[in-house]
């Protein structure tokens, strides 16, 4: 693989130069591994910007490339990626990895509630359904009810959807009478946000759904890294296909609380290399009851570093937000909003509430949780937006 980035890849080629690394004979063993630079999005983003569309990340001709896709956007401007066959086959192996660690298998019927465009989303998830030998069930152009209502005609057992849509359909469900207990859905199957790893969040879904809920890691630049197990105790990062490293976000020095950064080795096409994720993790310490050997992050992904709100001097992840609000069965939906007081950022949580006696408790167990006390006002029911895919909870006003 290195062999044929050096001699093929222009984007990498130029790094590892860059930083000494000549030929495959400087690479011998994990240290001289380390000495390969990380990768940032920017850079990335900047490659595209300068060689449209695709940028020097290639390494094979255009005319070896078969599929395209897209981030979603949602932590700054987004990013085209390529997979050869090879690769796209590679997808589908790594979800299988997701896929059994939930216990999905071939006599099931999985169902994709998701409009497939750009965004990666479920594509791979999809393929990798397929190729497990299960009935897949595609669910775009299809407004809720409508979704819901095949799932019960076609007796769809799995869900594979973000946490975020997963609590919609639940509401959906409540509004039309629809009683979810008695569809044959056992399993369901997250990604796209750091939810379904979330307790409050997780047991929300498993209530809702009356089935297991499993969480999974992926990115589109990277591949689908991350899945659980049956002991549903934080996710196990696939290290046959990735090379996992933790490292201090300021220092880049190894860590076992503090950013991910991963190296696809299937991906020789487009390969992301020692790239910084952006996401907050911390490594487990104990081996898993399940018997895997592979590392796992506990917790799953605990936040987004570029997510983090400072607040009065306190570091705040809205992914700890969520996991206070969701606590509460009364609030269906809620939103972070960050505004200036003077030089300062000040968070307000909006939650949809009838009875706004509701608000203090909310406002109580934030500040017992996170130590910090923010301000919660209800608004109206329905009143926030709803998100098939990725939500976008945080607002700056």
Known sequence: MARELLASNRFVARKWRGAGIASVDDLRDWLDFRRLPLTNKSELVADQAAHPPFGTNLTYPLERYVRVHQTSGTSGAPLRWLDTQESWDW?????????????????????????????IGFWAGFEGARALGALVIPGGGQDSPTRLAWM????????VCTPSYALHLVEVARERGVDLAKLPVRTTV??????AGIPAVRARIEAGWNARTFDHGGMTEMGAYGYECS???GLHVNEAEFILEVIDPVTSEPATDGELVLT???????PAIRYRTGDRVRLAEEACPCGRTFRRLEGGILGRLDDMLIVRGVNVFPAAIEGVVRRFAAIEEFQIEVFKDGEL????????LDDVSGVSPVREALRATLGIRLEVAAVPARSLPRFDLKARRVVRR
């Open 91 to 119: 997808w589908s192996r790594c979800w299988g990895f997701v896929l059994r660690g939930a216990g999905v298998g071939p006599t099931d019927r999985i169902f994709f509630p998701f409009s497939f465009g750009l965004f």
């Open 264 to 270: 696809n080795l299937g991906r020789v096409g487009s």
């Open 152 to 159: 019960e005609a076609l007796g769809a057992t799995v869900l």
């Open 345 to 352: 950022d000040e968070v307000r949580v909006l939650v949809e």
């Open 231 to 233: 002991e549903q105790a």
């Open 190 to 195: 997250h990604a796209g946000e750091p939810g």
